[in-house]
């Protein structure tokens, strides 16, 4: 069984930094992993994703956090982490790690509705 748990939300200042990591267990497989967020009464939105193989690990970013995130991965310990960097207070939503272990990322990165897998979320609040 396949489980997600994310850590290392919390609150700061506009301008602050804040890491998120992601801990996977019962997956193995390859694929794509991701971080996507969400605001009540929004859609939720893709951050970044990754490709899990070194080959194909290209980072890929929305718009609106390109040169401020930065997503990573450890394979051998089943870790994806979310460095933010420059945060503002728009940043502010629960984060949601997740998994796709058959697609790789390439155009649809972004399409939650392709991962099979999720967290429980851990919200991250900037305050201006």
């Known amino acids: 069984q396949v489980q997600l748990v994310e850590s290392g939300g919390g609150s700061v200042e506009a301008g602050g930094s804040l890491r998120l990591s992601c801990a996977g267990s019962g997956y193995t497989s390859s694929g794509c992993m991701g971080w996507f967020r969400q605001v009540p009464g929004k859609e939720r939105e893709g951050v970044a994703a990754?490709?899990?193989?070194?080959?194909?690990?290209?980072?890929r970013y929305a718009d609106s956090v390109k040169g401020r995130f930065t997503i990573s991965k450890d394979n051998a310990r089943n870790t994806l982490v979310l460095q933010m960097n420059s945060l503002k207070p728009e940043d502010t939503a629960m984060y949601y790690c997740?998994?796709?272990?058959?697609?790789?990322?390439?155009?649809?990165?972004?399409?939650?509705?392709?991962?099979?897998?999720w967290g429980q979320g851990t919200q991250v609040t900037i305050s201006s």
């Open positions: 997740a998994a796709r272990p058959w697609l790789w990322c390439g155009g649809s990165w972004s399409t939650g509705e392709q991962y099979d897998y």
């Open positions: 990754i490709d899990r193989i070194d080959s194909r690990g290209i980072a």
